[in-house]
C-alpha cells in the first residue's frame, strides 16, 4: 500500500490485534515527529485520513495507535489490511488542546475502549519526568474484558504507583460468555463516575475531569458531574 506523494510518510513496524475490530498499530515516522501527550495524529491510506488519539509519550521513537474498526469506515477497512513495512501518510503536525491540566493535583480520566489512548501517553509521560504531587484515577468503560488492551500496563504502573495511581476498568455486559471469569467492576463508566469521586474522595476544586471517547458516555458523564462543580475536558470520538 502506498501512501500520498505528497504527505510525510511512517512505516508500520507492529501490530497487534487485541480483538476482531481492535487493533494497535505503531508506527514509525520518515521525519522527526513531536507531540504533547494528548494531542491527535492524522495518517492515511490511499489518500482517505483520519485522526487518532497518539498512544506512545513523546521520548518513545515510535507512534502508537490504538485503533477500533468501523465496518463502513473508509479508512480502518484499509488499516486492517496493513502488515509490517507498509507506510501510511503522517501530515506533519499534531493537533488538540486535550492535554494535562498541571493546574490541577488531582485527575480524573474517564474512557471508552479505544478512549484510553490519550491517558497512556499522559501517564507515560508523566512517570517518565518522574514529576511528583499528581495523582490520576483512571476510569474506562468497554462491554468485554478482552478489549481492555492496556490493562496490564495500567494496573502495573498502579500496583508501583499505589499513591498516585488507580485504575478501574468496567465491563457493561457482564453477564455475556466473553466476559465468564471477570471479579471486576460492572456497569456502563457513565454511571459508576459518581461512585468513583466519593471512593477516591476527589474534590471539584483540585481535581481536572478528562473524558474521551463515545459521545453519548460524554454527555452523560458531563451532567452528571456539573451539579457536583466538575467542569469536563472532552475529546469524542466519531465513528465515520
Not at 522527526?32 to 518513545?60: K, L
Not at 455475556?176 to 456502563?188: I, L, P, Y
Request: glycine share 8%; proline share 7%; charged share 25%.
Amino acid at each position: 500500500m502506498r501512501a500520498a506523494k505528497s504527505l510525510p510518510t511512517a512505516e508500520v513496524i507492529e501490530r497487534r490485534d487485541v480483538t476482531s475490530d481492535l487493533l494497535v498499530l505503531r508506527l514509525r515516522p520518515a521525519l522527526p515527529y513531536s507531540f504533547t501527550p494528548g494531542q491527535y495524529c492524522t495518517i492515511g491510506v490511499d489518500g482517505t485520513e483520519r485522526p487518532y488519539s497518539i498512544v506512545s509519550a513523546p521520548h518513545e521513537p515510535s507512534l502508537e495507535l490504538f485503533v477500533e474498526l468501523v465496518p463502513e469506515g473508509e479508512l480502518t477497512r484499509r488499516l486492517w489490511r496493513l502488515r509490517r513495512g507498509d507506510v501510511v501518510s503522517l501530515r506533519p503536525r499534531p493537533k488538540g488542546v486535550f492535554t494535562l491540566d498541571r493546574g490541577h493535583a488531582a485527575h480524573l480520566m474517564v474512557a471508552t475502549v479505544t478512549g484510553i489512548a490519550p491517558f497512556v501517553s499522559m501517564l507515560r509521560d508523566a512517570f517518565h519526568r518522574g514529576e511528583r504531587g499528581l495523582r490520576f484515577v483512571v476510569l474506562q468503560g468497554a462491554s468485554y474484558q478482552d478489549e481492555f488492551a492496556y490493562r496490564d500496563e495500567l494496573e502495573a504502573l498502579a500496583a508501583r504507583h499505589p499513591e498516585a495511581v488507580a485504575y478501574v476498568p468496567t465491563v457493561s455486559r457482564p453477564a455475556e460468555s466473553r466476559n465468564r471469569g471477570w471479579r471486576g467492576a460492572t456497569g456502563r463508566v457513565n454511571a459508576l463516575v459518581a461512585q468513583t469521586v466519593e471512593r477516591f474522595g476527589l474534590a471539584a476544586a483540585e481535581t481536572a475531569v478528562y473524558a474521551c471517547g463515545h459521545p453519548a458516555m460524554i454527555e452523560d458523564l458531563s451532567a452528571r458531574l456539573a451539579p457536583r462543580g466538575f467542569a469536563v475536558k472532552e475529546e469524542r470520538y466519531w465513528t465515520e
